[in-house]
């Protein structure tokens, strides 16, 4: 499935990619978080309002995207709104988020980053959101109604390539 007619940067492992787009949504559909409609109709865009950044591995084994909104819990900053990693081609998926999150601060600099887990949907139930943990991001907060998991990286916590 590699993608060889898209452009981005040679040394970067993922490439922008704009929402609706085919390899990105069988990724997507495989996600626990993807709602799935009575009717069973699948909308053409899935990324949500918002300004946002799509990223794409250059084989199509994984998808991150980035979503600035307005938060209906009050969260303020830049908002993983899905990752998911089914190969293993680049790196890590803690080495996949760092190269995101440098992605998104070229994109919003100085913004808080966040994303949600709902701990009783991830495969490693003992310690989700482990490839942010390990890619430098705390856990900061726990959702009412739902109960997912928040964490944030602040924009002064740049990943080292070392680590």
Same mark, same amino acid.
């Given at each position: 499935?590699? $993608?060889?007619? #898209?452009?981005?940067?040679?040394?970067?492992?993922?490439?922008?990619?704009?929402?609706?787009?085919?390899?990105?949504? $069988?990724?997507?559909?495989?996600?626990?978080?993807?709602?799935?409609?009575?009717? &069973?109709?699948?909308?053409?865009?899935?990324? &949500?309002?918002?300004?946002?950044? =799509? =990223?794409?591995?250059?084989?199509?084994?994984?998808?991150?995207?980035?979503? /600035?909104?307005?938060?209906?819990?009050? $969260?303020?900053?830049?908002?993983?709104?899905?990752?998911?990693?089914? %190969?293993?081609?680049?790196?890590?998926?803690?080495?996949?988020?760092?190269?995101?999150?440098? #992605?998104?601060?070229? !994109?919003?600099?100085?913004?808080? =980053?966040?994303?949600?887990?709902?701990?009783?949907?991830?495969?490693?139930?003992?310690?989700? &959101?482990?490839?942010?943990? !390990?890619? %430098?991001?705390?856990?900061? %907060?726990?959702? /009412?109604?739902?109960? #997912?998991?928040?964490?944030?990286?602040?924009?002064?916590?740049?990943?080292?390539?070392?680590?």
């Amino acid at each position: 499935m590699r $993608q060889p007619f #898209l452009f981005g940067d040679p040394q970067s492992v993922w490439i922008q990619i704009r929402d609706a787009n085919d390899s990105a949504r $069988q990724i997507f559909d495989r996600h626990y978080s993807r709602y799935h409609y009575a009717d &069973g109709r699948k909308p053409a865009k899935f990324i &949500g309002p918002g300004e946002y950044l =799509l =990223l794409m591995t250059r084989d199509a084994d994984a998808i991150f995207s980035w979503r /600035k909104f307005i938060s209906a819990d009050g $969260q303020q900053g830049v908002n993983c709104a899905i990752f998911r990693n089914e %190969g293993v081609a680049y790196a890590s998926s803690s080495e996949l988020i760092k190269e995101a999150m440098r #992605l998104a601060w070229e !994109r919003w600099p100085g913004e808080r =980053l966040f994303t949600y887990i709902n701990p009783r949907a991830v495969r490693r139930k003992r310690d989700p &959101g482990r490839c942010f943990i !390990r890619a %430098g991001w705390k856990q900061c %907060g726990v959702t /009412k109604a739902r109960k #997912l998991l928040i964490f944030e990286v602040l924009p002064d916590v740049r990943p080292s390539p070392e680590s």
